[in-house]
């Protein structure tokens, strides 16, 4: 019987972080629900697995509450839990940026359709399309055509914008990542300094996979997954690449001896 895999994120106003994770821990523990959650101030991340019922009564549990009206899941399968366990925890950030003043809550920017998105690819569309996960994730696969900005953490983002801001300042700039998060964050801080033609892929690579059936028509490679599963193709299922035992890094094939600290 394989198991779902439930995705989930919401930027909303959180006055109680400390009582969200125990809520939140007891909901999943009273579902025999696997998986890592991050509880902020500004919001819930997260990803559980379990039996399909489990996570369908989990997800109308969480939309129930007033402040997460609207939130989107992300559903998957797999063969086994991809978590060992379930963490719940209370971070200052539900991802980290480290910069002041962004307020995803408020501001984001427009959001692409999947089958949009897929469009404007093909259909060559006068955008930057820029990659906005890490350089270890995009080296597993990316969007043919996108801008990898080589940053080693989502923190070092606003850097590399500021870097190129004449560039950017007067193109269309379309951004994606793993589930649209970190989207969320890097849009909201482009819109607070100056960009204003901004756009972002609706619910990220894992939304425009399960939309897009010849998603492997614009993706080179893989997609990375905060899992056990490690990544996954454009039918969302796991392949058989893991995380090298000396470095850590994603050893796409599963042979470390194709990794980069084994030369």
């Not at 003043?101 to 399309?129: C, I, K, N, Q, Y």
Request: with cysteine.
């Amino acid at each position: 019987m394989s198991v779902t895999n439930l995705a989930f994120y919401k930027f909303a106003l959180v006055d109680d972080p400390d009582d969200l994770v125990i809520e939140v821990e007891e909901s999943c523990r009273e579902r025999d629900l696997l998986g890592k959650i991050v509880v902020a101030h500004e919001g819930i991340n997260g990803m559980v697995a379990g039996s399909d019922r489990s996570c369908e009564g989990f997800a109308t549990w969480l939309a129930a509450m007033p402040r997460f009206t609207g939130i989107d899941f992300k559903r998957s399968t797999s063969a086994d839990a991809p978590f060992a366990k379930l963490v719940v925890r209370h971070k200052p950030e539900i991802v980290t940026m480290r910069v002041d003043g962004v307020d995803a809550v408020s501001s984001t920017a427009r959001h692409v359709p999947p089958e949009v998105f897929r469009d404007w690819l093909r259909g060559g569309e006068a955008m930057t399309l820029i990659d906005v996960r890490n350089d270890y994730e995009v080296g597993v696969g990316t969007f043919r055509g996108a801008i990898d900005p080589q940053t080693a953490y989502f923190n070092e983002f606003p850097a590399w914008v500021e870097a190129r801001r004449e560039e950017l300042a007067g193109a269309k700039v379309v951004m994606f990542c793993t589930g649209g998060v970190r989207c969320e964050k890097a849009t909201s801080w482009m819109l607070a300094h100056g960009f204003d033609d901004v756009w972002q892929l609706d619910g990220g690579v894992l939304n425009y996979f399960d939309r897009v059936p010849d998603a492997q028509q614009d993706w080179s490679g893989e997609l990375f997954v905060f899992d056990e599963r490690v990544a996954v193709d454009t039918s969302l299922k796991e392949t058989d690449t893991e995380l090298c035992s000396r470095c850590g890094d994603p050893v796409v094939g599963g042979d470390e001896a194709l990794c980069g600290c084994g030369r």
